[in-house]
């Protein structure tokens, strides 16, 4: 099921995430930008290339402030940007009137701007859902006839967050009022009903739905899935190569579980990484798991020197001498996808100078102690007593841990929550239905960190990795049932994925 909201609702959503101080109207402004960027740029690959010339109508509310930031991020990738600007600075709302102080690029009045623009790519961020009556201004009327103009003639144009003139509730022009066509209408966090109903599509062109950061809570269900499927014509490499690192001689079973893991989920490959006590060990007990050398954080940084690798674990089994400190700071610098895990995470809680260099291509993975060392305050804020509601969740403190760190926090436990650092969040509760109390098992945490990092190694976000590396976790737990013990895990998946992925 697919959600739209109306514009009321939208509002609320924003409204309520500004004030629960996880994110603020600027941030969700930028983020509003970038996502347009990046829509413009998957849509014509060719204008991205060529670093073209945009010219943004920036209106007088926040979808003005919008296409500042637009203007902005453009011009950041080299683009000629010029913005045609509708009513006074002063008059701007706080957060766009800081996009337009922030924009630096050429600035046009309305009244006096000349038309037809002869360049590449025409925005439209003159209203959006705060279109309140019909737009009767004669200047502004005839710029949204020439974007329309240059919607026909050149083709590459963009309504931001909707078309001028169109109301999001209705999808009706406003009676009497100008309106804008555009070839792709970019909105965000969810379609508008007026997306959809009477001539919004005639107006809207092609839809794109993006992410804005808005703070929801979702729980991990087998519908918000991915086909898991593996592409029919595809290499081994085009599903990605996942490094694992081993700890010492008789230490290399916990990732020996989380390789083979992370191959079962779909990694086209997997290579295990071990010091050179540890080869024989290894090897009389891995056969499609590739095995090598790694002593030193040279030899890790050559290994990582090859781009066919898409993501690493460190963790399980590694170490906590400096060493190993030594090559988790390697592989942090080098910011693939990274999962971190066990005695990465202790590495991490012993130096917050290591713990600055986290990107956002990590995933933690603690369980509640390792969350109180990593996180001691927030820890102890979830520990409290609930003496008043609302009561601090482990949702609020999954998320403030995020935040903190600038990583993904996937929090371990019968209710494991993951959560990212511009407060997306999701909860897999292993109850009801989901039960699973055979996973309390030594070793299972290893495995959920090479599920994170076989799917991390196939493309997957980190947090969409996270989710389902906890859905697929539980799956094979509740699919062996009594007696599982963590080696059976991996083992489980096909049956797992069997159910999940379009039989080929
Ligand atoms: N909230 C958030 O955090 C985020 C919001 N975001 C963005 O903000 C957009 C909503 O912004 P918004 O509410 O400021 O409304 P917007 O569409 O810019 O227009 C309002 C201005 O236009 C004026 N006006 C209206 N009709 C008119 C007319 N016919 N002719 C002339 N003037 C007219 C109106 O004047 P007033 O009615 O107050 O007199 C006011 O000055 C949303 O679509 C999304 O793009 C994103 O950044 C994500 C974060
Ligand atoms: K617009």
Not at 97 to 107: H, Q, T
Not at 203 to 224: E, K, N, Q
Not at 241 to 250: D, I, N, R, Y
Not at 336 to 354: C, F, K, N, Q, Y
Request: proline content about 6%; overall charge negative.
């Amino acid at each position: 099921m697919t959600e739209i909201l109306t514009p009321a609702q939208m509002r609320a959503t924003e409204q309520a995430a500004i004030d629960s101080g996880a994110v603020t109207g600027l941030a969700l402004m930028e983020q509003a930008g970038a996502a347009t960027r990046d829509s413009i740029l998957s849509y014509w690959p060719g204008l991205a290339r060529d670093r073209a010339h945009a010219r943004v109508l920036c209106g007088p509310g926040n979808n003005g402030g919008d296409g500042y930031v637009i203007a902005r991020l453009l011009m950041d990738r080299g683009w000629k940007v010029q913005v045609v600007a509708f009513g006074a600075p002063d008059h701007l709302p706080p957060d766009a009137r800081r996009n337009f102080d922030r924009y630096e690029g050429a600035l046009l009045d309305g009244a006096t701007a000349p038309r037809p623009f002869e360049g590449d790519l025409s925005v439209d961020a003159v209203f959006g859902t705060g279109l309140s009556r019909p737009i009767s201004d004669p200047t502004i009327c005839g710029w949204l006839v020439e974007h329309d103009r240059f919607t026909t003639r050149v083709g590459a144009s963009v309504a931001v967050d909707i078309p001028s003139g169109l109301d999001a509730n209705s999808g009706k022009v406003l009676d009497g009022s100008a309106c804008a066509r555009s070839a792709l209408t970019v909105t965000f966090h969810r379609a508008k009903p007026g997306h959809y109903l009477a001539q919004g599509p005639d107006y809207c062109g092609a839809l794109h739905v993006a992410g804005i950061g808005l703070m929801t809570f979702r729980l991990i269900s087998p519908d918000w899935l991915p086909d898991l499927s593996k592409a029919r014509l595809a290499h081994k490499y085009d599903h990605g190569h996942a490094l694992v690192l081993a700890g010492g001689h008789g230490k290399g079973g916990a990732a020996r579980l989380c390789a083979r893991a992370a191959l079962r989920t779909g990694a086209g490959a997997v290579t295990l990484l071990c010091p050179s006590n540890a080869l024989t060990e290894n090897a009389s007990q891995l056969d499609a798991i590739m095995l090598r050398q790694c002593d030193s954080p040279e030899d890790l940084r050559n290994c990582l020197a090859d781009t066919r690798l898409s993501s690493v674990c460190l963790g399980p089994g590694l170490g906590l001498g400096p060493e190993q400190a030594a090559l988790v700071a390697t592989a942090l610098a080098h910011g693939r996808g990274l999962v971190l895990d066990a005695d990465a995470i202790t590495h991490l809680a012993r130096s917050p100078e290591m713990a600055q260099t986290l990107h956002e291509g990590c995933v933690l993975t603690p369980h509640a102690g390792e969350f109180a060392r990593l996180f001691p305050e927030i820890a102890a804020r979830l520990d409290a007593p609930a003496t008043r509601g609302p009561a601090y969740s482990k949702l609020d403190a999954t998320r403030d841990a995020a935040r903190l760190i600038g990583a993904t926090v996937l929090f371990k436990g019968p209710d494991t929550v993951v959560a990212t650092p511009n407060g997306q969040a999701a909860l897999h509760a292993a109850c009801y239905d989901r039960a699973a109390p055979w996973l309390a098992t030594a070793g299972a945490g290893d495995v959920l960190a090479g599920l994170i990092c076989g799917l991390l190694a196939r493309g997957y976000s980190p947090f969409h990795a996270a989710c389902w590396g906890a859905y697929l976790h539980v799956d094979c737990a509740r699919t062996f049932g009594p007696g599982l013990t963590a080696d059976d895990l991996p083992d489980m998946l096909p049956r797992v994925l069997a159910q999940l992925t379009v039989p080929v």
